[in-house]
């Protein structure tokens, strides 16, 4: 025979389920017989005049006596019934309580069915519901555990359930006890259980917490104990400590992870460091992610005033472009810095390439650009704007707008080999005007001249305008074609002047 409830084999004779206490056949009683009634005696009627009321005797009682302590008797009769009753509901929860601290399961279980059969379900399940709870208190109050002895976060787990529980009430709160519990379906039973486990995984989560801070040595180790410390619950004992020992260990956990970064930083990966950094933001609890992001911008704007710190030092040093490289970099590392106006204002100082076909505003067709052409004194020069010259040519004009944002124009004047190649005759020279003021007249140079510095400012000047005056040669090109005289400008920029300090 099996139990309908739960499947578990029966014998022929058991009444209820030793694992789940359902009832599985009813009690056998005998069906109550009515008692035979005795000969009935006629009945004599009785005369009228003899319904008068007694007299009282000496020594005898009152009819109102009676019944005053007919009553009396009731009461004791039923406070008799509530200390046996009473007596019998508590026998039923000591019975109980014996068994569950004896710990064996099977004794536990057929005591449990004992009482039901009984009529004392209530009384069983009363003193399981005591027993977890009065446990519980137990464990939050003694359990301990030594983290020398762990090897890992499975060990200090594996005590719990497998040694400290069993040791400390034997069957009934194990793998299996817990199992036969959920199968009794008592929800206060069931709250207590639960509230048992929590705090059984609480008190694991608190010993992880301090294992990996002790025995932790990595950014890893300590973001681990952080988590675990967030797991103690508020009912816990240890609870005040963990929230203590959470800050520590996430103050561990943020020092590692910078002592990681500074490692990239100081072999030069900065996209590393940022990288690492930006990656620890992404951890679950939310407090966690909060105090990191506030580590993340200290760490950011640090790094980036050590870069904007180098963009000034290059400006004193006259590098214009190493100022704006560095505080480039401050402003990509920490964008809400209060960089970029910094940036704005040393890009002013950097060149600005007048050699540049995007930053001509207006050309005659005589202006051609070249990427480098030598000069006579065989020496090669880059960036050049160059002029082809005729005879009798009218002026051929280049023009900027520098928008008054430039100080000084400089660049390299010279005449290219082929002139001398050719034996070009002519001559060339420029002028170079500032919002239609002539500010500068530069050197006339022929085939034979020498490369020559030419500077000049520009500062408050709105447009440029260069004009290229020259006397064409009269020879011609090997190939029979007239192709002209040239003068060449290499690397012609307008530059900010970069303040002395």
């Known amino acids: 025979m099996y139990c309908p409830a739960c499947g578990t084999l029966l014998s022929e004779n058991q009444q209820f389920c030793p694992r789940c206490g359902e009832r599985v056949q009813p009690p056998e009683q005998p069906i109550p017989q009515p008692a035979p009634l005795p000969d009935a005696a006629p009945v004599k009627p009785i005369p009228a005049q003899q319904f008068s009321a007694p007299s009282p005797t000496p020594g005898g009682l009152s009819k109102r006596k009676i019944i005053v302590l007919a009553g009396i008797a009731v009461a004791v009769l039923v406070l008799i019934v509530a200390v046996v009753i009473a007596v019998s509901a508590g026998s039923g929860q000591r019975k109980m309580t014996k068994a569950l601290e004896d710990g064996d399961l099977y004794t536990i279980s057929s005591v449990y069915n004992e009482l039901i059969s009984d009529g004392k379900s209530d009384d069983?399940?009363?003193?399981?519901?005591?027993?977890?709870?009065?446990?519980?208190?137990?464990?939050?109050?003694?359990?301990?555990?030594?983290?020398?002895?762990?090897?890992?976060?499975?060990?200090?787990?594996?005590?719990m359930y497998e040694d400290y529980i069993p040791s400390t009430w034997g069957d009934i709160l194990s793998d299996e006890g817990q199992i036969w519990i959920s199968g009794i379906g008592?929800?206060?039973?069931?709250?207590?259980?639960?509230?048992?486990c929590d705090l059984a995984d609480s008190k694991i989560s608190y010993y992880i917490g301090l294992y990996y801070l002790d025995q932790g040595d990595s950014a890893s180790d300590y973001e681990d104990a952080a988590e675990a410390f967030g797991y103690v619950i508020a009912a816990d004992k240890n609870f005040s400590d963990a929230e203590a020992k959470m800050d520590e260990a996430y103050d561990a956990y943020l020092s590692a992870v910078i002592t990681l970064a500074d490692e990239h930083i100081a072999d030069g990966d900065f996209a590393g460091a940022l990288e690492l950094l930006d990656q620890e933001l992404d951890v679950d609890n939310a407090e966690l992610s909060e105090q990191m992001q506030t580590?993340?911008?200290?760490?950011?704007?640090?790094?980036?005033?050590?870069?904007?710190?180098?963009?000034?030092?290059?400006?004193?040093?006259?590098?214009?472009?190493?100022?704006?490289?560095?505080?480039?970099?401050?402003?990509?590392?920490?964008?809400?810095?209060?960089?970029?106006?910094?940036?704005?204002?040393?890009?002013?100082?950097?060149?600005?390439?007048?050699?540049?076909?995007?930053?001509?505003?207006?050309?005659?067709?005589?202006?051609?650009?070249?990427?480098?052409?030598?000069?006579?004194?065989?020496?090669?020069?880059?960036?050049?704007?160059?002029?082809c010259y005729t005879e009798n040519a009218d002026p051929i004009p280049v023009s900027y707008m520098l928008n008054g944002n430039y100080d000084t124009v400089t660049g390299t004047f010279f005449s290219p080999k082929e002139n001398a190649t050719f034996h070009r005759t002519g001559s060339v020279y420029f002028e170079a005007y500032g919002d239609g003021k002539l500010l500068f007249t530069s050197p006339t140079i022929s085939a034979e001249s020498l490369p020559t510095d030419i500077q000049f400012s520009v500062t408050g000047v709105q447009k440029l305008e260069i004009r290229f005056i020259g006397s064409g040669s009269s020879v011609r090109g090997v190939d029979a074609i007239w192709t002209g005289d040239y003068g060449m400008l290499s690397n012609l920029i307008a530059q900010k002047n970069i303040p002395q300090t």
Request: some cysteine; proline content about 2%.
């Open 186 to 196: 008592y929800q206060p039973l069931d709250q207590a259980l639960e509230d048992f």
């Open 295 to 387: 580590k993340l911008n200290e760490t950011r704007k640090s790094y980036a005033d050590q870069y904007a710190q180098k963009a000034a030092d290059a400006l004193k040093s006259g590098d214009a472009e190493g100022a704006v490289g560095n505080m480039e970099a401050a402003v990509q590392i920490c964008p809400d810095g209060g960089y970029q106006a910094k940036l704005d204002e040393y890009k002013l100082y950097l060149p600005y390439a007048l050699y540049d076909q995007n930053n001509i505003l207006q050309s005659d067709t005589g202006i051609e650009l070249f990427d480098s052409a030598k000069a006579v004194n065989q020496e090669e020069y880059t960036n050049i704007v160059a002029v």
């Open 124 to 159: 069983a399940r009363k003193a399981m519901v005591g027993f977890v709870q009065d446990a519980a208190d137990t464990l939050n109050s003694d359990f301990s555990y030594d983290i020398s002895n762990a090897s890992g976060e499975w060990d200090i787990e594996d005590y």
